[in-house]
């Protein structure tokens, strides 16, 4: 049982480059989440899904965006990656908990 | 402002002492929950508190949630070094899950 799957596990980006951050989970949970993580940090959620079809925004959507076109997959875009978004990504499924992946490591030079 | 407020942030003992973390709201939840996250890792649930009042032991780790279910506590009887870790509470108003802030629990051999 893989649970939730993030890849992938480490990325160094440019400045101005894009990129998907996948997410995967096999527990046939409606609710998904993207957090990040700053060193030494509680987290911070950037957005959330209800269920397939159904986004909406956390405390710090900006710079980012998801889609969930199905159940299992929830990934997340960053469309012109800047410094600000260096920190670890971690992607959440839920039912009564949540059960996360082992997080991206994004630095952005 | 955060929804969920933890102190304190950093807790650097000895093994065998014991030791409280808060977390605290201004907002009245129908749970809190705890997570503990490990370095490299993502958090894992240690317990949900549903009821004012309610105290849950979990071996040398006892829960409170505050009797207005606003605020939660968590005691350390003992701490070992294996329970060194990021501690986390966190409240699921309308489906999203929202942590604290951490506090950051190091224990000495």
């Known amino acids: 049982n893989a649970g939730v799957t993030q890849t992938p596990k480490f990325r160094i980006l440019k400045i101005g480059q894009s990129m998907t951050l996948q997410c995967a989970q096999d527990m046939n949970h409606n609710y998904m989440y993207w957090y990040r993580q700053d060193p030494g940090m509680g987290l911070k959620l950037i957005y959330y899904?209800?269920?397939?079809?159904?986004?909406d925004k956390g405390e710090v959507p900006n710079g980012y965006n998801v889609s969930r076109s199905t159940t299992e997959d929830f990934p997340l875009r960053l469309e012109l990656a800047a410094p600000s978004q260096t920190s670890v990504y971690f992607c959440?499924?839920?039912?009564?908990?949540?059960?996360f992946g082992q997080g991206t490591r994004l630095t952005v030079v | 402002t955060q929804l969920l407020e933890q102190s304190p942030q950093f807790l650097s003992i000895q093994e065998g002492e014991n030791l409280t973390v808060y977390c605290n709201s201004s907002?009245?939840?129908?749970?809190l929950q705890w997570y503990r996250q490990e370095p490299g890792e993502g958090p894992v649930l240690l317990v949900t508190v549903v009821t004012g009042g309610e105290v849950k032991k979990l071996k040398r780790l006892t829960f409170q949630f505050g009797d207005a279910r606003k605020d939660s506590s968590l005691h350390i009887t003992a701490a070992q070094p294996g329970d060194t870790g990021l501690y986390l509470c966190a409240a699921t108003p309308f489906n999203k899950f929202y942590f604290g802030s951490g506090t950051k629990l190091n224990v000495k051999p």
């Open positions: 959440a499924s839920a039912h009564t908990e949540a059960f």
């Open positions: 907002s009245v939840f129908s749970s």
């Open positions: 899904s209800v269920g397939a079809g159904i986004t």
